[in-house]
């Protein structure tokens, strides 16, 4: 009878017990939890003109001077679950050209565009880690390398991208495949 009762007593209180599984070892699961991030990056700089001078209100030599935005972006990526990742980037960005040509009223305006959105279905689980497809208005490979290795990125855009050959983003499909 203490025998039984000793039984009874053990596998009645060990429920949280018998039900646990464990994951394997070295083993991570997916990381499903939806997120959202909000990140942000600004140009900015400061200019002051040692020569010429121009004529200040009360006749005298003055320096023009100045700060200066030229561009903001507003990152807002995300992800709903380890598979299907977001990012939507808005770009404010000085106005000064029409058709090409030099504005002198439009120098102070700034202009609102969207500069990415796009989805993301990770191949991960499918095939090699860090493969995917893209929809929507995304990076073009060769600007968006250009930009990564670009020292000079904070003063201005690189070449092919000022100049209109290529752009930054583009609207379309891809894929990568690692």
Not at 77 to 93: A, E, M, Y
Not at 149 to 161: N, T
Request: charge should be negative; charged fraction near 15%.
């Amino acid at each position: 009878l203490a025998a039984c009762a000793a039984a009874a007593l053990m596998f009645g209180t060990a429920d949280g017990a018998r039900a646990q599984v464990t994951v394997a070892a070295g083993y991570t699961p997916p990381d499903d939890t939806p997120s959202v991030n909000v990140g942000g990056t600004i140009f900015a700089d400061y200019n002051y003109v040692l020569e010429p001078t121009v004529a200040g209100a009360d006749g005298g030599k003055v320096h023009p001077n100045g700060f200066n935005l030229t561009r903001a972006y507003i990152n807002v990526t995300g992800q709903i679950n380890h598979l299907i990742q977001f990012r939507i980037t808005p770009d404010v960005v000085r106005v000064g050209q029409v058709g090409g040509v030099d504005v002198p009223g439009l120098s102070g305006t700034l202009g609102y565009r969207l500069k990415y959105a796009y989805g993301q279905l990770n191949f991960s689980d499918f095939t090699t880690k860090g493969s995917w497809l893209r929809l929507g208005m995304q990076q073009t490979p060769y600007v968006d390398f250009e930009e990564s290795i670009y020292r000079y990125r904070f003063a201005g855009p690189i070449f092919v991208d000022r100049e209109t050959y290529l752009t930054s983003s583009d609207l379309g499909a891809s894929v990568h495949w690692n």
